[in-house]
C-alpha cells in the first residue's frame, strides 16, 4: 500500500545573528547594500545583504538542470538556504590584511546521501564564485578520483549557463578545454586531474573537490588548499557521501567535519553540513541533544523506517523520490551486500561496526574545575585511593599513565620522545608544542622514551596517593612489570584492548560522562581531549552490545587514544576493588 506523502508545515527561518561565532569586533560598520537593505553591523558578524546576494543569484539567474524541476527556476530549499547558503556566504569577519570584511569561511564540507542535489548546489556555488564575487583573475576548479566524476560537478555548471540568457552571454564554454572562461574579469572555471603531482602552480579562488570517499589519499586536498593565500576570501569545498573505509582520507576528513559542525570553535575558518543516520543509540541522543528541535531527527535506530529517512535525505520528497527510495529499502532486506549499500548511499552510513565514541558537549560538562596546570588536579587525588592505567605504546611515541580517584578525580601523565613532537604538531596544528611548553607533556632526550622517566613519575606518585593497583596493557611487556613492582611493590593486573576486557570499561565511561554530577572529573586536561574526540569504538557484527576502542590510522590522521586506553584500565581496576571496609578507614575502634 502506498503511503500518502503530506506536505510539511512551513519552517520559520532561523535567527542567524544568534550562531556561533568568534568574538571578534575589529572593523568599522560593514555597510555591505543590496536592493535597499544595508548591513549596519560590526565585528565578525552575520551580514544579511550578502547572503541575499547569493540566494537571488541562483534564483535570478541559475535553473534546475534535471528531475522534476528542470529548467525552473534555483530556488534553494528551506534546507539548502538556510543551513548552508546564508551561513555559508553571510558569515564574515573583518581583514586588516585587505582592509574590508571578508567570507569568514574557507573550507566547507557538504555531507548526505546520494541524489541530496549536491551536484547543483556545487555547481551554483563555483559559477557564483566565477562570476559574482567581483575577483579579478579567478580561478575555479573542480576535481574528483577521475575527471569523468569530476564533470558530474562541472556538467551541471555549463548547462546552467548555457539555459541562463545573461550568463550564457558572458561567459564563453570552450568544450575541447572543458573550461567556462568570463572575458569581463580574466576569470575561468574548469575540471582539473586528481593528480595532485600535475595540480602545483595553481592560485584557486574556488575549489571542489566531489566525492572524496574515492580518493586514494589527501594530496590533491592538500595540493590545492596550501596553494591559497593570494586570495581575499577563497572558498575551498567537498561534496560527498560518507566513505566505507574507516583509515582513509575520506573519513578523516568526513570525521572532522562533523566534529567542527558539533563544535564550530574548534576551526572558526571550516563550515560543515553533515547529515548521518545514526547506528547507535548514543549517536542518536548526540543527535537529539545537539539539534533538539529540528523537524527531521530520526526517531528510532531501524534504518527501514521511513521516519528516519529525511535526516541524511534533506531533499526527500522534493527532488529525491521517495517510492525510489523503498524500492531500495526492500531490495536491500535479506542481503548483507544490498543492506551495506543502501546504509552507506541512501543513508550517509559508513558500513564498518566502527563509531566515534565521545560526544564532546558530554565530556567538556565533566570537567569538574578547569585546571590551569596540570599539577593542579594534584590536591584532588593527594591521600586518596586511585587506580593506575598505562600503555607504553611504543618506544617510539607517546605513552600515558592514568590515576582516577574513588573522588572520581582524573590525573595523566603522558610523555613523547622529542623527535615525535613535529610530527604531532603537524597533526594538531602546532597544539602539540603549546600542550608541552605547558607541561601537559613530558618530552624525553632522543628518538625514544626514556622508561626511567616513567618508573620515577609512577614511584612519586605511589608516595602522594594510595594506589591500589595499576592495569596495564600487556605488550608492555614483563620487564616494565617487574621494574614498577620492584620500586613501588605496586600490584600489576595484565590487560588487553580485547572485548571481553573492554566492553564494562567503556560502558562505564559512558555512564560516567551521562551524568557529569561529579563522580567522574578530568580538569580540561588538553592532551586527554584530544584523545577523546579520536577515540572510536568498534563492535562485532554480531553483538553490537560489545565494545572495544580503536582508532583511525596513526600515520594519516596523526590520532592518538592512548590516554583514553589508560582511563579505561582505571576504571577496569576501581569496577574490580572492593569496596574499602570502615576498618581500613577508621581503625578497629567504631564509637
Request: charged content about 30%.
Amino acid at each position: 500500500m502506498t503511503r500518502r506523502r503530506t506536505s510539511s508545515p512551513e519552517r520559520r527561518p532561523p535567527n542567524h545573528d544568534k550562531h556561533w561565532r568568534p568574538a571578534d569586533r575589529k572593523g568599522p560598520v560593514c555597510g555591505f547594500t543590496l536592493r535597499g537593505k544595508t548591513c549596519s553591523k560590526k565585528g565578525a558578524h552575520y551580514c544579511e545583504p550578502r547572503a541575499d546576494r547569493f540566494v537571488l543569484f541562483c534564483s535570478d539567474l541559475l535553473v534546475f538542470t534535471k528531475g522534476p524541476h528542470r529548467r525552473k527556476p534555483f530556488i534553494l530549499r528551506f534546507w539548502q538556504e538556510h543551513e548552508i547558503a546564508r551561513p555559508l556566504f553571510g558569515e564574515v569577519v573583518w581583514s586588516a590584511e585587505w582592509e574590508r570584511y571578508v567570507r569568514r569561511y574557507r573550507i566547507a564540507h557538504i555531507v548526505v546521501a546520494r541524489k541530496n542535489g549536491k551536484s547543483e548546489i556545487a555547481a551554483a556555488i563555483q559559477l557564483y564564485l566565477l562570476v559574482g564575487d567581483d575577483e579579478e583573475f579567478a580561478e575555479v576548479y573542480s576535481a574528483a578520483a577521475d575527471k569523468i566524476q569530476a564533470r558530474k560537478v562541472f556538467e551541471p555548471a555549463v548547462r546552467m549557463v548555457q539555459l541562463s540568457t545573461p550568463l550564457a552571454r558572458r561567459l564563453k564554454f570552450l568544450k575541447d578545454a572543458q573550461r567556462l572562461v568570463d572575458e569581463k574579469s580574466n576569470s575561468h572555471y574548469e575540471v582539473i586531474t586528481a593528480d595532485a603531482d600535475k595540480e602545483l602552480g595553481h592560485n584557486p579562488h574556488g575549489f571542489n573537490l566531489d566525492e572524496v570517499l574515492s580518493q586514494p589519499d589527501g594530496s590533491l586536498w592538500q595540493a590545492m588548499t596550501t596553494a591559497a593565500g593570494a586570495r581575499e576570501q577563497e572558498l575551498m569545498f567537498t561534496t560527498t557521501t560518507e566513505t566505507n573505509d574507516s583509515a582513509s582520507f575520506g573519513a578523516v576528513m568526513i570525521d572532522d567535519a562533523e566534529r567542527v559542525q558539533e563544535d564550530p570553535a574548534r576551526a572558526p575558518h571550516v563550515f560543515s553540513f553533515v547529515r548521518k543516520f545514526p547506528r547507535t543509540a548514543e549517536q542518536l541522543e548526540r543527535l537529539r541533544r545537539l539539534y533538539a528541535g529540528h523537524p527531521d531527527l530520526p526517531v528510532s535506530l531501524d534504518p527501514y523506517d521511513e521516519r528516519n529517512w529525511k535526516w541524511p535525505n534533506p531533499a526527500l520528497d522534493d527532488f529525491k523520490s521517495r517510492e525510489a527510495m523503498r524500492r531500495q529499502a526492500m531490495d536491500a532486506r535479506g542481503s548483507k551486500l544490498k543492506e551495506n549499500g543502501f546504509l552507506q548511499f541512501q543513508l550517509n552510513v559508513r558500513v564498518q561496526q566502527v563509531t566515534r565514541y565521545i560526544s564532546m558537549d558530554l565530556w567538556d560538562a565533566c570537567v569538574g574545575e578547569v585546571a590551569p596546570t596540570p599539577d593542579w588536579v594534584l590536591p584532588k587525588l593527594e591521600g586518596r585511593r586511585c587506580w593506575g592505567g598505562l600503555d607504553l605504546s611504543s618506544k617510539l611515541d607517546l605513552t600515558s599513565f592514568c590515576l582516577m580517584a574513588d573522588n572520581g578525580w582524573v590525573r595523566w601523565r603522558h610523555w613523547l620522545p622529542e623527535s615525535m613532537a613535529p610530527i604531532l604538531d603537524e597533526h594538531t596544528g602546532g597544539l602539540f608544542s603549546e600542550w608541552v611548553d605547558d607541561g601537559w607533556v613530558s618530552l624525553t632526550e632522543g628518538d625514544t622514551i626514556d622508561y626511567d622517566a616513567i618508573y620515577d613519575a609512577i614511584a612519586e606518585d605511589h608516595e602522594r596517593m594510595r594506589i591500589v593497583d595499576i592495569t596495564y596493557d600487556k605488550w608492555c611487556g614483563e620487564p616494565v612489570r617487574q621494574e614498577i613492582v620492584k620500586r613501588t611493590g605496586l600490584v600489576m593486573y595484565e590487560s588487553n584492548t580485547t572485548y571481553e576486557r573492554m566492553t564494562d570499561p567503556m560502558k562505564e565511561l559512558a555512564r560516567l560522562l551521562k551524568k557529569h554530577d561529579g563522580e567522574f572529573s578530568h580538569g580540561s586536561d588538553p592532551v586527554a581531549r584530544w584523545m577523546a574526540d579520536n577515540l572510536q569504538a568498534k563492535s562485532p557484527s554480531d553483538d553490537p552490545d560489545r565494545y572495544r576502542p580503536v582508532k583511525p590510522d596513526r600515520d594519516k590522521a596523526g590520532a592518538r587514544i592512548d590516554g583514553m586506553v589508560t582511563l579505561l584500565y582505571a576504571i577496569d581496576g576501581r569496577r574490580r576493588a572492593p569496596a574499602e571496609s570502615i576498618y581500613q578507614t577508621r581503625g578497629l575502634t567504631v564509637l
